[in-house]
């Protein structure tokens, strides 16, 4: 009997939620329209990004990749960029991301833009 209500307390007992860092922000924005190539891309996450598990990729519409900087923290603890090394002509690009929050569970995620009118 003891056994059984330690197991019901236990089951029943409020665990604290499990949160994992996650992108809150962009720029140039998640599936943002933008007049002029950018000459960077950084983004924003719950908490501070992991530099050293961080990437951040850039393609073009035929999945060739654009030649960045490295990945580089910001004045915002929660944010990371990288440099475009070229001007982007018009077109539709894809932004790929990874980084982990200080529990260490790493996250990606990726994101399209477009540079024209």
Known sequence: MRSALLLAAFVAAPFPAVRHNRLVRAEP?????????????????????????????????????????????????TSIAVAVM?????????VTWKTAGADGHVIKGSFGFTVGT
């Open 29 to 77: 924005g998640v599936d943002a329209t933008v007049v002029k190539s950018p000459g960077q891309i950084r983004l924003w996450f719950t908490e501070p990004p992991e530099l050293a598990v961080s990437s951040i990729k850039l393609a073009d519409a035929a999945a060739k990749p654009i030649p960045t900087g490295n990945v580089k923290a910001t004045d915002d603890k």
């Open 86 to 94: 070229t001007p982007l002509p018009a077109g539709k690009y894809t």
